[in-house]
């Protein structure tokens, strides 16, 4: 595996549901971040970690939890949602927090019922 | 007042000619970072090419360059020889700042590029 990957590519829950979205990094890097992608919407930052700590917590709803147990992987917790959550889930990283580039994974696209 | 600004909901363009996709933005802070990613129906954001407020000279990679004009605060990608796996919506952002907290990335409505054969 290269760059950013993100698993599962989509999921459908219903808004009772408890699920996990997962991002895994394979480049070494030491930041990463959570971006929500809604139609017709720019993009949204949702969560930030830096040396697996949060720096950044963007007003996101407690039905959202984010976890980063070590540099390469990240997890969202769902539990709750509701259908405006329906969205593009995009997982990013780079090289520290003040680095260029962040390098994006394919996201999973969540349809809550 | 959005930070950026992209002005062009969709554009098409024909085979092998040059588009130009325009940004502009909105900030007091000197230094900045403006960014051009493209998303293909895959929904992976690629990125193309990255400008510094304090570079010279206008960023190119490859087919992509960036139009950088400071003093009207606009950051135009430019496509030359478009092909049909440019197909796709093109987003710029931008990040303000350099030193910590600086990470977060700002990003305009993006703009629908279609390559006709």
């Known amino acids: 595996e290269t760059g950013v990957t993100q698993t599962p590519r989509h999921l459908v829950m219903g808004m009772t549901n408890k699920k996990s979205l997962k991002c895994e990094q394979h480049l070494g890097h030491n930041a990463m971040y959570w971006y929500k992608q809604s139609a017709k919407k720019p993009l949204e930052l949702m969560f930030v970690?830096?040396?697996?700590?949060?720096?950044e917590n963007n007003s996101v709803p407690s039905r959202f939890s984010p976890e980063c147990p070590n540099s390469s992987h990240l997890f969202l917790h769902l539990h709750t949602l509701q259908p405006e959550d329906s969205a593009l889930y995009l997982c990013a990283s780079s090289q520290g927090t003040t680095g260029r580039e962040q390098f994006f994974g394919p996201g999973t696209r969540l349809t809550v019922l | 007042a959005q930070k950026i600004t992209q002005t062009q909901p969709g554009m098409f363009v024909q085979e092998k000619e040059a588009v130009t996709l325009d940004c502009t933005y909105d900030?007091?802070?000197?230094?900045?970072?403006l960014f051009w990613y493209k998303q293909p129906s895959s929904g992976e954001m690629i990125f193309l090419i990255y400008?510094?407020?304090?570079?010279?000279q206008n960023a190119t990679e490859g087919r992509y360059s960036l139009n950088f004009q400071k003093a009207r605060k606009s950051a135009n990608l430019v496509i030359s020889a478009s092909q049909l796996g440019d197909s796709a919506m093109y987003f710029c952002?931008?990040?303000?700042?350099?030193?910590?907290?600086?990470?977060?990335?700002?990003f305009g409505k993006g703009t629908k590029l279609s390559v006709i054969p």
């Open positions: 970690y830096s040396l697996e700590e949060r720096v």
């Open positions: 952002a931008m990040r303000e700042g350099v030193g910590a907290g600086s990470y977060q990335l700002t």
């Open positions: 900030t007091s802070d000197p230094s900045y970072g």
């Open positions: 400008q510094g407020s304090y570079d010279q």
